[in-house]
């Protein structure tokens, strides 16, 4: 007697009973990871986070068990508003970090050098995106002209999204794409589906590709490198649970729940910012604003990161005002937030790739994912020379970790050389990355626009303008300035 899933979970109508279930099967997936990674030797030795440890074995489960009984054991919409909303909340959480003390004067001369240095950074990871998409543009353009006349040549773009800026934005941006009907060739959400399978194969060269030049580094070195299940993965952190002029652990409301609460309204307001530019771009009729507004939404993360840093400018505010008598954001538990989101996100994402409806369209997903790693590394390799030349090497390996996966894929590698953090290398990488959220705006709308009618040959044109200008300043700093 067969067993009958739909009697067990009910996969016609997407209800709440299924989305807590997926909820719950993100995080079991989460667990069993952690426990595979830190007693499988080959998971150990990936080099690759919990969270896509995880994502990817739900993965080929879903797959597993689709091919076998026909039943997605996830809610599609669930995990999609998982992607969505998570990674806007995990920026909110970032850009409210506060360690500052209020009462301190700002040292004008650090504060200066610190931007020198996060500029040049931000320049070379966006820099790397502009490479990406143009070598992404280049492949689909070739497919489209010959082997796929119905691939949309502006698509190639995706590479930069999926291998430099993760499943998160590869996902916001097929959004953007389905909803505009760029890719309905493949069917409804193949847009979606070809950046996260971009974004997949991303983590794969962040960790086997990383493995082979970690190894190839040490040995020029003359380091030995030395794994345990102990290992800790990700990011280190300093920051203090309860700092000078805090809210308490505990009073009538927990600490915690102050952090979350303030992450929530951050939120809502920056919702409420993107439902009024829909409003007032309706309102105007132009058909170009009503084309942006897809944009927005798809881009919410950025709009939630600025509405993030004007309210903490305005908390400081109060604070030195005497208004506010306490300092309310806590950098260790907004950590944990972003943390959280972003290791939710991660794998919700790779969850969501459908590796039997992609079709065809694993052609461009693989000849782009091979190609893009390769020149990535070149380019990182050769840049790093010039820019980074006291830690080179460590500079390099920490700025491709997160280039074609993630910042936890760059800070693993970059602890196999560099396990103390004794070189300044995973500064840049959190600070850059920090500067590349401005310098790449430009980028983001024209990523959106790409695929458009009539719109490929001017969007690529200014791709290339930004990018020689970037590399123009990249080479100037390291040349003629001193760190």
């Known amino acids: 007697m067969g067993i009958d899933f739909n009697s067990l979970v009910d996969i016609t109508n997407e209800n709440l009973s299924l989305g807590v279930i997926t909820v719950c099967l993100v995080c079991s997936f989460m667990l069993i990871a952690n426990v595979a990674r830190r007693n499988i030797r080959v998971f150990r030795r990936s080099l690759m986070p919990t969270a896509v440890i995880a994502g990817l074995l739900g993965l080929i489960i879903k797959e597993f068990v689709i091919k076998i009984w ?3 054991l996830f809610s599609m919409i669930t995990l999609s508003s998982m992607v969505y909303h998570l990674l806007p909340i995990g920026f909110i959480a970032l850009c409210l970090r506060d360690k500052g003390n209020y009462s301190e004067e700002f040292d004008v001369g650090k504060v200066k050098s610190e931007r020198v240095v996060a500029t040049r950074s931000g320049a070379l990871i966006i820099s790397t995106y502009l490479l990406q998409g143009m070598i992404g543009i280049a492949i689909t353009s070739s497919l489209g002209f010959t082997f796929m006349k119905n691939l949309n040549k502006g698509t190639g773009i995706m590479l930069a999204l999926g291998f430099g800026q993760g499943p998160q934005q590869a996902n916001a941006t097929g959004y953007i794409w389905d909803a505009a009907h760029y890719m309905d060739a493949w069917g409804a959400g193949s847009a979606r589906n070809f950046g996260l399978a971009i974004a997949a194969m991303g983590f794969l060269w962040a960790s086997i590709g990383g493995i082979i030049l970690v190894n190839r580094i040490a040995k ?15 990011e280190l952190s300093s920051y203090s649970i309860e700092e ?3 809210v ?3 009073e009538s409301i927990d600490k915690f729940t102050l952090q979350i609460c303030m992450v929530g309204g951050v939120y809502i307001l920056t919702q409420a910012i993107i439902i009024l530019i829909e409003i007032i771009f309706r309102a105007s009729s132009v058909p170009f604003l009503i084309g942006l507004i897809p944009t927005f939404w798809g881009f919410s993360f950025m709009i939630a990161a600025l509405v993030a840093i004007i309210t903490k400018i305005f908390l400081r505010h109060l604070v030195k005002k005497g208004i506010m008598k306490r300092k309310y954001p806590n950098s260790y538990m907004m950590n944990r937030i972003a943390g959280a ?6 794998t919700a994402a790779l969850f969501l790739v459908s590796v039997t409806t992609l079709g065809t369209l694993w052609i461009p997903v693989v000849i782009m994912s091979c190609i893009g790693g390769i020149c990535t590394a070149i380019y990182l390799r050769y840049l790093c020379n010039y820019i980074y030349k006291d830690y080179k090497d460590e500079a390099f390996l920490a700025f491709y970790g997160m280039l074609t996966g993630t910042i936890a894929n760059g800070m693993i590698l970059l602890r196999e ?9 995973g500064d840049d990488l959190v600070i850059g990355s920090s500067a590349a959220i ?4 430009p980028m983001l709308l024209l990523i959106a626009q790409a695929p458009g009618e009539g719109k490929l040959w001017w969007v690529t044109g200014i791709i290339v303008l930004y990018f020689l200008i970037l590399s123009i300043y990249q080479f100037k700093t390291s040349l003629f300035k001193k760190r």
């Open 70 to 72: 026909d039943v997605n």
């Open 220 to 234: 020029k070195k003359g380091l030995i490198i030395k794994r345990n299940e102990y290992q800790k993965s990700g």
């Open 244 to 246: 000078p002029n805090e």
């Open 248 to 250: 308490p652990l505990s």
């Open 341 to 346: 989101s972003f290791d939710l996100t991660i």
């Open 417 to 425: 050389i560099d396990n103390n953090f004794s070189t300044p290398a």
């Open 438 to 441: 401005v310098l790449g705006i």
